[in-house]
């Protein structure tokens, strides 16, 4: 089948799929050793388990080794794996499972609980509000941060799909662009990791999906892309195709390391897009996209807000100077949250899961 050789690539889901080659030169520092001959504990990363986020985690390790060479040391670095909420129960919405915090809250507990030392996010995951104690001051370099669209039948957009034709998405977020552009489709809820996902597609349970071309880019099947949609036909999420890496925020150790590693133009970007994500108090509830970009010295910002069902859309666009980033995504929610007005969040909090998604479990 079209995706079968991908899927059966990645499909171990295990820390070892990921893992370099072992390093043959040994760093002289003497890391795991303190100045009174007692043992120093390895920097330990704290990970989801699906073979994107240990995609992700390697790819931390890989950045921190390239800046701290000591790091290269065998057992310098701990993967901890653990699964979360949000990977254990694949049968419901997110929105039935309350939304944001179910990819994070157990690498939190973690974290806090000194099991870990960093952990290793999708940004797109992390809510706008950090547990207190904790810190994000990190994204690695941005990857693209459009959608993909999916199809075993070579279809390239969403306005070639017939009338009827049926994609597979858990997000609001597209499900609300994609209902604007043709009512006639049927979004069904569709959960589990990318292998999963493809694999149904395989199957014929759906005619399509999107994926965030970052994740495959990631895990090398980026060529499982019919093709990549801009931004006039799919805004991507707040945060897409970003890495955040968070510790707690009283650990010097952790922070030199992760500081180093920081993206600043990706930094800054995020932190626009969270803050207009924070203005409108988005959540699984609500459709919402945005964006932030650096053009010529300037950071420009789209960002939209949408019923489920598309009906209704509204959307901003500003440019203004990089140090106003926090400022420009927050007032760009504000903006939108005042147009919108309260009767549109009202109905958003009154509709039950099942009225917002009318979409069934695949």
Known sequence: MKFSAAISFLLVGTAAAFAPAPVAHKSSSALFMAEDG???????????????????????????IENFPELEEDGAIEIC???????????????????????????????????????VHSMKDVPTWLPEGTVLPCNLPREDTNDA????????????????????????????????????LKCVNFRGNVQTRLRKLDDGVVDATLLAIAGLKRMEMQDCATSVLDWNEMLPAVAQGAIGIQCRSDDERSLKYINALNHMDTHVCVNCERAFLEALDGNCKTPIAGQARIIDGKIVFRGLIAMPDGSLKYETEKTGAIEDAVKIGREAGEELKAEAGDKFFEMMVEMSPQQVLGQLTK
Request: charge should be neutral.
């Open 38 to 64: 007692g043992e120093i504990k390895p920097l330990r990363i704290g990970t989801r388990g699906s073979p994107l986020a240990l995609a992700q985690a390697y790819e931390t390790r890989r950045r921190l």
């Open 81 to 119: 794996v653990m699964k979360t909420q949000g990977d254990m129960i694949l049968d419901k919405s997110l929105m039935e499972l309350g939304g944001k915090g179910l990819f994070t809250k157990e690498l939190d507990t973690a974290l806090l609980g000194d099991e870990v030392d960093i952990c």
């Open 149 to 184: 669209f999916i199809t075993a039948n070579g279809i390239k957009s969403i306005s070639e799909l017939p009338d009827n034709a049926v994609i597979g998405t858990a997000s609001l977020r597209r499900q609300a662009q994609i209902l604007a552009q043709n009512p006639t």
